[in-house]
């Protein structure tokens, strides 16, 4: 056995897996010390491997110790899926948060684990879980939506399930909420904004025994996120006490190789890039401790060590795209649903045709995505099945029997059809992760480019054993000029759909007023003509099988499951301003929906609001005080003909605050299936962490009238309260420890 087996043993029969790993630690040559600091492929040849299909066919490994037996790690990333081909893609992680619940999530994280593992991966950062703060981020799609507290849930439920399997990772850390800027822009934001909105939800998932984080690409408040030690140490380490290690994100993560050691930064990720160059020379040249090095090192060691038993599992590789996993993205893509208008055509059935009420003949399907694999961002998160079943094909495989028509653009097909369904939205061409020319931007950063004449690249590391044999990094050319596999992405210019798309639903809706629009996309759409159609449907980027969860919801063999996970605005105009070119952005403490309640503007649709087919009646019955615990009880009534389920929200309310506040924040929710005409009870515990302000690097539980609101939306007018009293005014956390800042460093 090797010397990490037998540490890895110990640690399994108890013994503390930070001493095991300084003592095995103390056993390594600084050259091996320094080799877990960053990938574990040069440069050059990684990159035209990782551009040109490599990112796609197998893990990358960093922090290997092979005389030891130090498996490293090996990532491949997420949310989607495993981003190794082939694997099951689920819907996006918006369309997951729309469905507001974590125990699907989980079930996802666990499947999503199983086949990482089986592809080989050790790691994944599938763990996106930046705030919405604007819908046109590119990427919105990877992260939950705009609230703090239910990203934080749904996150700390995907790292829960990943890591049956597999160390997870979270990021990106912190406030990368922009994506064509995210290479150099500034984000500056206070002491409240930062730990009450942008990193509470970090916190959750720290708390989770997530095994590592990704620094942002962006600098914080002057730092880049990378080299940061307000982030990475202060945060991270002796606030929040969380034992892991961190990465930067790829290629240009960190700006200073030396003094991100110091600062928290782990690994470079991931290749040998701008720490290989410099690190052994500072170590010799006292510009870097070794204890620093050994740190850094301790905290990778100590957590291979900790996920020992994970990684040793090996999941059935039958698993990988089988039955099970596209049964759960069906019935996740249909849980995600999003219903926004429907004035009673929907589900189709013999009784929804309003005409002489005879079953459903004929269906007209309009635009090009109906018939397009369309599965989202098109860089990092995307995933490849072997199957896709398009909204068209879904509606095919449903109903063999009934005449479907399906064209691009020509809605003369509407006119006689007893339904016409119109699927526009984004591709991976209007959003998704933006690479654009970074490397050219960053080309200082690079090591060299080996000569022509240079001798042939190393032989990349060997691959550690997996159950399906996956194919070993191959030998690249250093020279070669990859064509990228990534689509273009970037941030949305606007959150209308395209005018062709617009121009497709207006003539459908003046055919034929059995018109049900879909749209697809990673975020919110602003809909000028939502009430032209007889309904109108959200259905994301809804994986492998969301053509036939589409069908399911159509014609109600399953329910339309999700809500809003953001305030869908009337007019782009009524949010914070978000400018995808700037080099300076200020984060306040209002966005979303919390902005449009300090403005006094309604949204379209509100956070939280999405139709069912049945109809729920609530009574918010006692709010029960507990030490200084809140706990909502409320009673759910279905008072529909139809079993069905809906989201209960819990909001809270400081009357009298000190502090400038949302005027409703989300304090608990919970997902309640009831029967047709049942009730039922449920306790939803609030989460009133969410509500201390952050004041001289303590925090304060503020104490006064706090009224708790329960609804099936964010919108006022739904909302049932209980008052509650809290006296005083008391600190919760000591101050803590203050570092000294290292400035920013030169831009690129
Ligand atoms: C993305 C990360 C991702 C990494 C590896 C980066 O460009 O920002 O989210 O995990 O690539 O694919």
Not at 629 to 648: C, F, K, P, Q, Y
Request: charged share 20%; with cysteine.
């Amino acid at each position: 056995m090797t010397v990490f087996g037998e540490a890895a043993e110990r640690v399994r029969s108890g013994a503390d897996h930070r001493v095991e790993a300084r003592a095995l630690i103390a056993e390594m040559t600084l050259a091996e010390k320094l080799g877990c600091l960053d990938g574990d492929v040069d440069f050059w040849p990684g990159h035209i491997d990782m551009v040109s299909g490599g990112y796609y066919a197998h893990a990358w490994p960093a922090a290997a110790v092979e005389r030891l037996g130090v498996p490293g790690i090996w990532f491949a990333d997420g949310p989607r899926g495993c981003v190794i081909n082939p694997s099951t893609a689920f819907p996006v992680s918006m369309a997951r948060g729309a469905t507001f619940d974590p125990e699907l999530e989980e079930r996802i994280g666990e499947a999503i684990g199983a086949e990482l593992a089986i592809h080989g991966a050790t790691f994944t950062a599938a763990v996106c879980l930046n705030l919405l703060r604007h819908p046109a981020w590119g990427r919105a799609q990877e992260t939950y939506g705009e609230d703090p507290h239910h990203v934080g849930e749904m996150a700390a439920a995907l790292a829960r399930g990943l890591q049956n399997h597999v160390m997870a990772c979270m990021k990106h850390f912190a406030l990368n909420s922009m994506e064509n800027a995210r290479f150099s822009v500034d984000v500056t934001a206070d002491e409240r904004a930062l730990h009450e909105v942008y990193l509470p939800h970090f916190k959750r998932v720290a708390d989770e025994g997530v095994a590592s984080t990704m620094s942002a690409y962006n600098s914080v408040n002057g730092e880049w996120c990378g080299d940061s030690p307000t982030l990475l140490t202060d945060v991270l380490r002796s606030e929040w006490s969380w034992d892991g290690f961190v990465i930067t994100d790829f290629l240009f993560g960190l700006r200073d190789p030396i003094g991100s050691v110091g600062a928290g930064c782990d690994i470079e990720m991931p290749f040998r890039q701008q720490r290989e160059l410099v690190l052994a020379e500072a170590v010799r040249d006292g510009l870097l401790a070794e204890e620093t090095v050994d740190a850094a090192v301790e905290n990778i060691v100590a957590t291979l060590l900790r996920f020992g038993p994970v990684i040793d599992e090996k999941p059935d590789p039958a698993r990988l795209e089988g039955a099970a996993h596209r049964a759960l993205a069906r019935e996740a893509s249909a849980a995600s649903m999003v219903l926004l208008s429907n004035d009673g055509l929907l589900p189709l059935s013999a009784e929804s045709k309003r005409a002489a009420g005879s079953k459903l003949d004929s269906v007209a399907v309009l635009g090009h995505l109906a018939d397009t694999v369309n599965l989202g961002d098109g860089g990092s998160s995307d995933v490849h099945p072997t199957e896709v079943v398009t909204p068209l094909a879904g509606l095919r495989n449903a109903l063999p029997q009934v005449a479907i028509t399906h064209h691009d653009s020509d809605v003369s097909i509407a006119r006689d059809a007893d339904a016409v369904i119109v699927v526009v939205g984004y591709t991976s061409a209007d959003e998704g992760e933006f690479i654009g020319d970074a490397l050219h931007e960053v080309a200082h950063l690079l090591p060299p480019r080996p000569e022509r004449s240079a001798s042939a690249p190393e032989p990349e590391p060997a691959r550690e054993e997996t159950n399906d044999e996956p194919a070993a990094t191959p030998e690249i050319d250093p020279h070669g000029e990859p064509e990228s596999t990534f689509a273009p992405g970037g941030d949305r210019r606007s959150l209308r759909l395209s005018e062709a798309d617009e121009a497709l639903i207006a003539q459908a809706c003046a055919t034929s007023d059995r018109v049900v629009v879909a749209v697809m996309g990673g975020s919110a759409v602003v809909m000028p003509w939502i009430d032209e159609p007889a309904a109108v449907l959200q259905i994301w980027y809804p994986g492998a099988e969301g053509g036939t969860a589409l069908a399911d919801v159509l014609l109600g063999d399953a329910e339309p499951g999700g809500r809003l996970p953001f305030a869908q605005p009337v007019d782009e105009r009524d949010l914070v301003e978000f400018d995808p070119d700037a080099s300076a952005a200020t984060y306040g403490l209002l966005h979303g929906q919390w902005h449009l309640d300090q403005m006094g503007t309604a949204a379209a649709r509100p956070f939280g609001f999405g139709l069912g087919y049945t109809t729920f009646d609530l009574s918010f019955d006692e709010l029960r005080t507990d030490g200084g615990e809140l706990t909502a009880i409320v009673t759910a009534s279905n008072a529909g003909a139809r079993d069905g389920s809906t989201v209960v929200f819990a909001f809270a309310t400081v009357h009298g605050s000190a502090f400038e506040r949302p005027h409703r924040r989300l304090v608990g929710f919970s997902r309640i299936g009831i029967s047709a005409g049942e009730s039922l009870e449920t306790s939803i515990s609030l989460d009133l962490t969410q509500l201390h302000v952050r004041n001289n690097g303590e925090w304060l539980d503020e104490r006064g009238d706090y009224e708790i609101s329960i609804g099936l939306s964010a919108d006022p007018a739904g909302l049932q309260s209980h008052t509650v009293n809290r006296a005083g005014l008391r600190s919760v956390a000591p101050s803590q420890r203050r570092h000294q800042r290292t400035p920013r460093g030169s831009r690129p």
